[in-house]
């Protein structure tokens, strides 16, 4: 490992939603919710340790009135089907909560520099009457068996609104193929902590596994990740294929001074290593609402495996 990596302290700053991606030539891209909410930034490395420092460049701006406005969140950065996609959701200014996830298509291969264009909000297929109707975020996309993925986070408009985890297969980047399927909802207690909240899915698959992390309650100290897991060979859009876990597999931690741990990502370092990224803060006292809050930085956590399982760790170095 990489000396100058730092694992479980605040690495870059004030970077919430965090996402990694490594492409084919070795080039790390790093993207991430800014406080402000108002734009998406992409920074280029030639290591992880590199997108530290590296220059911020603003590669898309929110409009100034109507959809995508406001509370421009989540961004992620991902290759398919030929093209450069960054998938992210969006609000209304005159109606803050009427959030949807939209999708940006790079013109070119390089999508630091290369013009982007907006495909608009995410389409599900014609036979799908609910997706994307309410309040809806967090969409994450990634391959399995030649196919491609859609998992995101969707209220259900029923009393108090619920967060829950939905998976549909892609017909191309910016439409699904299938009808939503019902991932996970909050059954737990640590899942309904301030609010009841699945949302922020990532995919890690290795050894012949699917696994999804997922971050659940408020976005204050109660936040934590959970996770799903499902056989590679399994029909992913049926949900008997899918096993949840009982308890979160991470969470805040007074011993280690990280509060509210969740939104992340998954990357591999120089040598191959599997590496949690993520935000979290550093202390208890959170000003106003914590939505609001800037306290929350971009960590790093090296991944370690047990039985072909996953394990987070604070104390793994």
């Not at 008997?240 to 939104?263: A, N």
Request: net charge negative; proline share 5%; hydrophobic share 35%.
């Amino acid at each position: 490992m990489r000396e100058t990596l730092k694992y479980n302290k605040p690495w870059i700053m004030q970077r919430a939603d965090p996402y990694i991606l490594r492409d084919d030539n070795g080039n790390y891209y790093f993207t991430a919710s800014v406080p402000e909410y108002d734009r998406i930034i992409l920074r280029r490395a030639s290591s992880i340790e590199g997108l530290k420092d590296a220059g911020e460049h603003e590669i898309w701006h929110k409009h100034e009135k109507g959809p995508q406005s406001i509370h421009i969140w989540a961004p992620e950065l991902h290759y398919l089907f030929g093209k450069w996609y960054i998938y992210y959701a969006g609000g209304d200014r005159d109606n803050i909560w009427d959030i949807h996830p939209y999708v940006l298509e790079c013109t070119g291969e390089d999508p630091l520099n290369d013009p982007w264009i907006e495909r608009g909000r995410m389409q599900p297929c014609k036979e799908d009457e609910f997706s994307f109707r309410a309040f809806s975020l967090d969409g994450t996309v990634f391959e399995n068996g030649g196919e491609w993925y859609y998992i995101w986070a969707e209220k259900v408009s029923v009393g108090r609104q619920i967060s829950n985890l939905y998976i549909a297969r892609m017909k191309n980047g910016y439409t699904l193929d299938t009808a939503q399927v019902l991932l996970t909802t909050p059954d737990y207690d640590w899942e309904r902590r301030g609010f009841w909240v699945n949302e922020g899915p990532a995919v890690l698959k290795r050894n012949g596994k699917v696994f999804v992390t997922y971050s659940a309650s408020d976005t204050g100290i109660s936040y934590c990740m959970g996770m799903l897991t499902a056989d590679e060979a399994a029909d992913l859009l049926d949900p008997l294929s899918w096993r949840k876990e009982r308890h979160p597999v991470l969470s805040s931690s007074e011993e280690h001074g990280i509060f509210g741990p969740g939104h992340n990502s998954f990357t591999v370092d120089e040598d191959g290593n599997d590496i949690l990224v993520y935000h979290a803060r550093t202390g208890t006292e959170i000003t106003g609402d914590p939505l609001y809050d800037p306290g929350r930085h971009t960590m790093l956590m090296r991944i370690v495996w047990k039985n072909g399982v996953p394990v987070f760790s604070y104390d793994i170095s």
